[in-house]
C-alpha cells in the first residue's frame, strides 16, 4: 500500500473519517476483551459470551433494512455523528456492571450500542466512494481493514492490558470517549453532497414506507451478481463461532497469566494482525483488478478454513496465535475483495441498502455461529479443539458455492446497465 499515506495526506475528508474510525475502534477493541472478560468471570459460561456476541450481531440484522433505508436518504455525516454520540453515552452503563446479578444490565447497554452501528458502518461504506475516486477505491479499502487489524491488534494487547492492571472500568471509559473523538473527526467532513441523490431529511417519512426497501430487494434480484456479493461476508461469518472459541483458548486452553482477558487479548491481537496483513497482500497482489478480486474469493475460504483445522492442533499459545494470523489474512482478503467490488458495481442511489443488506447477513450468520458454538461448548460438551476443527472444515461449503457462482459468472455478460462510481458511462467489468 504505499500509495496510501498519499491519499490519506491529499484527501482531506478520507483522512477525517478514517481518523473517526481509528478512535472509535481503538476504544471498540479495549471494551470487547474487557466485556469478554467481565462476563467470564461473573458467570464462567461461554454460553454467557455467545449471548454477547448475539446481542453485538442481532440489532445489527434487524435494524439493517431500516438503516440501508436511511442511509440512502438523509445526510450520511450527520447520520453517523449521531450513531457515534448514541453509542457514546451508551457504553458509560457498563460502568454499573460489577456483579453477577447485573449481567443483563451489560446486554441492554451493547443492544443500544450496537444498534448506533447499526446506522453508523452502512452509512461509512457508502460514503467512501463519495469521497474518494474510483482508482483510489482498493487503496480506501484496504487502508480500512488495515487500519481494523492494527486497531483490533493494538486494541485488543492494551485492552487486556489495561484491564488487567487498572480494571474494566478504565476499557470501558476509553470507549465511551473514544466514540466522541470520532463524531468530532466526521463533523469536519465537508462533502458537496452529503445526503445522496439531494434529498433531505425532509424524506424521511419514506422510510416508513418500504417504498426504498422493496426497490432496493428488486435491484439486487435483478443484479445476480450484486446479490451473491453481498453473500461473500456472510461465508465468512462462519467464523463467528471460532471467534467465541477464541476467548475460551485464551481463558482456558492456554492462559496468560491470572486474568482471562492476557490470552483473549493475545488471541484477538493474532486477529488484527491477520487481517492487517491480508489487507495489505490484497492491495499489492490485485490492484484495482475486478477479476482478480473475484476468482480471490474462493481460494480464501479454503485458506480460513485450512488454518483454523490447524489451531485444533496447536500445541501452545504461540502456535495458536500463527494459525489464527493465517485464517485473518484469507479473511481480510475476503473482506477486501467484496468491499471493493460492490463499490464498484452499484449505483450511489442503492449503496446505503445494499451495504445495509450484507451487514445484516453477515450480523445474522455470524449470531448463529456463535450461538451453536456455546452450545456445543456448554451443553453437549465438546472440547473447543474439536469444535475449531469442525469450522475450519465448514469453511468448505461457502468456497465451493463461490466456486459455482463464479463458474455461472464467466458465462453471463457483464450486469447490464451498472454504473461505474460516480455514474460514469462505461459499467463496471467484474463479471467478465
Known sequence: MSDSPSLLRRNRNFRLLWLGQVVSQ????????AVYALLLELTGSATAVAWMMVVQLLPVAVFGPAAGVLVDRVNRVRLMIGADLVRGVAILGLLLVDRAEDVWLAYVVMTAAVTGTAFFEPARSATIPAVVDKPDLLTANAIGTATWSAVLAIGAGLGGLVTALLGRDA????????????????????????????????????VGSFTDLVEGLRYLRRHGAVAALTFVKAGWALAGGAVLLLTVFGERVFPLGASAAGGIGVFYAARGVGAGVGAVFTRRAFHNDPLRLRRAVGPAYFACGACYVLLGFAPNLWTAATTVVGAHVAGAVLWVASSVLLQIAVPDRFRGRVFAAELALLTLMSAVMSYATAIGLDRFGFAPQTLIRAIGLAFC?????????????????????????REAPAPPQILE
Open 397 to 421: 461449503l461457502p468456497g465451493i458455492a463461490w466456486y459455482r457462482v463464479e463458474a455461472a459468472l464467466r458465462r453471463q455478460a457483464p450486469i447490464p446497465g451498472t454504473p461505474e462510481v
Open 171 to 206: 476499557a470501558f471509559a476509553i470507549n465511551s470517549l473514544s466514540f466522541f473523538g470520532s463524531a468530532l473527526f466526521i463533523r469536519q467532513i465537508r462533502l458537496t453532497a452529503t445526503t445522496p441523490a439531494g434529498k433531505g431529511v425532509d424524506e424521511l417519512e419514506r
Open 26 to 33: 481503538l476504544g471498540d477493541w479495549f471494551n470487547a476483551v
